[in-house]
């Protein structure tokens, strides 16, 4: 089992900056790649970002040039960096791992960008 705990999350005005983080413990030695997907209320869960353990990245159009996902694999950590957020922005956002045959969750984290 792989357990994944997120943190970081928060109320940012418009313009904003946040960064998230995600924890990953367990049996994690064969996990192909992680990332981050956001569920706003009434709305289905989506994409955000992804990074393989080779390092490539992959980002919903939304989000590309102004989030950044990176990873510290001695921490066994995911990061979610946020700039320039906007209320569209607002959500809860999931940590996901996956490797073959299986897909993890973390608890998720709420997001709230107003003024």
């Known amino acids: 089992q792989v357990q994944l705990v997120e943190s970081g999350g928060g109320l940012v005005q418009p313009g904003g900056s946040l960064r998230l983080s995600c924890a990953a413990s367990g049996f994690i030695s064969n996990i192909v790649g992680m990332g981050w997907y956001r569920q706003a209320p009434g709305k289905q869960r989506e994409l955000v970002a992804t990074i393989t353990r080779g390092g490539t990245t992959n980002y919903a159009d939304s989000v590309k040039g102004r989030f950044i996902i990176s990873s510290d694999n001695a921490k066994k950590t995911v990061y979610l960096q946020m700039n320039s957020l906007k209320p569209e922005d607002t959500a809860v956002y999931y940590c996901?791992?996956?490797?073959?045959?299986?897909?993890?969750w973390g608890r998720g984290t709420q997001v709230t960008v107003s003024s």
């Open positions: 996901n791992a996956w490797r073959l045959g299986s897909n993890y």
